[in-house]
């Protein structure tokens, strides 16, 4: 597994603040896009940021704030990402666009 | 309609839920069931009798909450708070059941009768969480009733129970929410004015119109009244200056907080999260590779066994008619008699031994990927090329069911959030070859020149729809609004099922095209018996022979085919007056490539049109239609040239 994951590069995932600390030296503190999010690991959904269609949507589908969510792949050739929810059991395939508004971080509980 | 002492009884539940196989459960052979395209997606109306005691229960498509700006969900909402019903079924997935609740929490504050179905209780059970559903019932205050539809478990005990609530009228009180919350929700109810549209009731009512001020869906309530409008932004500002987050995100939070809540002190986590086989099999069917050739095996499969059941089973088939046809010749002469049972036994004949062969495999293999949930799961490998002609994976999913049919196909795009998503699907849909244009492509091309020529037909055609989907996106800029589509979990198909749905589709052909395809045969054989057919080829020769290359028989076909594809295969045999083994002998290996390609681009057939005018306007309908003529010249005579 590599940390941190994701494209940093991408015009837009500057539109949203990158980790300043590196994630693996204080992962508590760490807020990070759910682009750039580690794998197989567990987290927090800090904020549903984006427009109002998107957050009703994620809702909708079961994503709310405080959520514990893991990332379980991803598709080649910067496809979107299999998000499941283990609070209920779902799993949603988000797309790049959708993923960028999903702020997390990660928690100290097994996956 | 339903007369008014028959109650009316509604099923609802989100995406995936086993709602319809619930509904069928019960609607299956007792009643005629009846699939109708209204407002909504397709809403299934049935009317049963119970033990003697009549019902008109109706199947609405899923919705994951009542308060959506999903077209498809917006029809659930109109028909729900429309037409009241007696009592609601709703229908929950056990094993994810702090989701499902959510919707049902909300359903609760309707107010209506209601029975709650735990559905798939035994999928909960192997992921490892065991449902109290005497507690879930205590905490709703509604009967709530464990059921595995698809085995029909439980369903008795389910219809005994709404027999009961039906009888009784009991209504569930609402959950509230925290205080500060309620209090706004108390103050807007109060102040809506007399002649307001109340939906079941006042608190219901107030929730609504603070979740869905300001956006879109708000308009369902009603037009709003100004001083309710204000009253309704001042309550609403109330609850975002406290809580720092929109007021409808503060809604679905609480009611979150409570199905959560509700899901964890119901039910129990037995063992850990184990690794269960559908997790393993998702392992491999998603995996950044393995997926991939997966998915190209899958649809290689799909095309090898229809080709491989059909083609044998075609040509044993064709041998009976054509004994009949030959004898008919004998006794008949060359009269009228003759024309019209010539017609008759090509359209009977065509329908059983050409086109049922391969669209019988068809319907079964599509709706074992149906069932079984792999289409979401091609949609989730297929983004990102769908990115590059400006739709996402959630369109993925319409494709596929467009090589069944086109017209459910477009139906289905209803799912898709924004309008230029749905108008750029349905533009495609219709090159998508459906079962009619993958007969014509099997029984012509395949059959006479090899599978490897039909899958580079079928290679070339997505080739030709990518490349018309980049083209068309160009103009249509708006941006789309991401991908944001459910896995559900993996069910294995069951044959009960499988059939069924290939039953209604195969009911549909019957009904509808078969008819067409022998009335289509019977009247090119009385034009023939009068040589009228001439008058049409000779006008059309300019096209066809000129600019395609083709005999000038064929003309005519190539106007009927606009009723049902299949038609212009049936008719082609009869317009060159040849047996279907002995075609060869009459055209040639390019005449056959043209008239395949052109049959295929060709303006989509009479249903297509029509659904695709109803779905996405008549603009967008007459650009398709172009499209469709465009390409098809075009590309037969690219073909015409390449060969």
Redesign the interface.
């Known amino acids: 597994m590599s940390y941190p994951r994701g494209d940093f590069h991408g015009p837009a995932s500057r539109l949203y603040f990158r980790p300043l600390i590196p994630y693996n030296s204080a992962p508590e503190f760490t807020i990070m896009t759910l682009l750039e999010a580690p794998r197989n690991t567990s987290l927090r959904i800090v904020e549903l940021s984006g ?12 994503f ?2 405080d959520d514990i969510v893991v990332l379980d ?8 990402l ?1 998000v499941r ?1 283990c ?12 993923a960028q508004k999903v702020l997390v971080e990660p928690v100290h509980e097994p996956a | 309609m339903s007369r008014p002492e028959v109650p009316s009884v509604i099923f609802i539940g989100q995406p995936n839920s086993g709602k319809s196989t619930l509904f069928n459960s019960i609607a299956g052979s007792k009643a005629e069931t009846s699939n109708f395209p209204g407002t909504s997606v397709k809403h299934t109306h049935s009317r049963v009798s119970i033990e003697g005691r009549l019902l008109d229960i109706i199947d609405l498509p899923g919705a994951y909450s009542l308060c959506t700006t999903d077209p498809a969900e917006q029809a659930v909402l109109s028909h729900l708070f429309g037409e009241r019903p007696d009592l609601v079924v709703n229908v929950i997935d056990a094993s994810t059941l702090g989701r499902g609740l959510e919707l049902t929490l909300e359903l609760v504050e309707l107010g209506y009768p209601m029975v709650v179905a735990l559905n798939m209780i035994d999928v909960a059970e192997r992921k490892g969480v065991r449902v109290d559903t005497a507690a879930v019932e205590r905490a709703l205050g509604v009967p709530v009733v464990a059921t595995i539809a698809a085995h029909g478990r439980g369903v008795k005990e389910l219809l005994d129970r709404a027999f009961d609530v039906l009888a009784k009228g009991q209504i569930a009180p609402p959950r509230r929410y925290s205080e500060d919350v309620e209090a706004q929700v108390a103050e807007l109810a109060e102040s809506l004015p007399g002649g307001f549209p109340i939906v079941s009731n006042r608190r219901f009512t107030a929730v609504k119109l603070i979740e869905t001020a300001g956006h879109a869906c708000g308009d369902f309530l009603g037009e709003v009244e100004p001083v309710l409008r204000e009253a309704v932004d001042r309550v609403r500002r109330k609850i975002e200056e406290r809580r720092g987050s929109p007021a409808y995100e503060v809604i679905a939070a609480e009611r979150h907080h409570q199905a959560m809540k509700l899901a964890e002190e119901t039910s129990r986590v037995e063992h850990g999260r184990r690794l269960t086989w559908d997790k393993r099999v998702d392992a491999v069917l998603m995996h950044p590779l393995g997926g991939y050739l997966i998915l190209a095996a899958v649809l290689m499969a799909f095309f090898v066994i229809i080709f491989e059941v059909g083609s044998p089973l075609e040509a044993l088939l064709l041998g009976p008619f054509n004994a009949l046809k030959a004898a008919l010749a004998a006794s008949l002469g060359d009269g009228l008699a003759f024309h019209l049972a010539e017609g008759l036994i090509q359209g009977v004949g065509g329908g059983v031994a050409i086109v049922l062969p391969y669209f019988l495999p068809l319907l079964v293999l599509m709706a074992v990927l149906e069932d079984l949930g792999y289409l979401a799961r091609a949609g989730f490998l297929l983004d990102a090329f769908m990115h590059r002609i400006g739709l996402h994976g959630k369109s993925v999913s319409p494709f596929i069911l467009g090589f069944g049919c086109n017209v459910p196909a477009i139906m289905a795009t209803r799912t898709l959030e924004s309008h230029r998503d749905r108008v750029l699907t349905s533009i495609l849909i219709p090159f998508i070859p459906c079962s009619a244009r993958t007969t014509i492509i099997l029984a012509l091309v395949a059959f006479y020149l090899g599978p490897l020529w039909a899958m580079g037909f079928y290679a070339g055609n997505i080739l030709v729809v990518a490349l018309l989907g980049w083209i068309v996106s160009r103009f249509l800029k708006e941006p789309s609004p991401g991908l944001i589509l459910e896995i559900p979990s993996l069910k294995t198909p069951r044959p009960g099922s499988v059939l069924r749905k290939t039953w209604l589709q195969l009911r549909s052909f019957i009904k509808f095209a078969w008819p067409i395809l022998i009335g289509g045969s019977i009247v090119l054989s009385l034009l023939s018996s009068v040589r009228a057919d001439r008058w049409i080829n000779d006008v059309l020769a300019p096209l066809v022979v000129r600019g395609l290359g083709l005999p000038h028989e064929l003309g005519v076909t190539l106007v009927f085919g606009f009723l049902r594809k299949e038609l212009s295969l049936i008719m082609m045999l009869q317009a060159l007056g040849v047996d279907y083994r002995d075609l060869m002998s009459v055209i040639t290996r390019e005449q056959l490539v043209v008239f395949t390609v052109f049959i295929s681009f060709f303006v989509p057939c009479l249903s297509t049109c029509a659904i695709l005018w109803k779905e996405i306007g008549r603009k967008w309908a007459l650009v398709s239609t172009g499209l469709s003529i465009t390409v098809a010249v075009a590309l037969s005579a690219l073909v015409r040239l390449l060969l």
């Open positions: 427009g109002e269609n998107v957050r009703r949507r994620l809702m909708a589908l079961g709310h704030k792949g991803q598709a080649l050739f910067r496809g979107p299999l929810n609070r209920c059991d779902t799993t949603v395939a988000m797309g790049r666009g959708v």
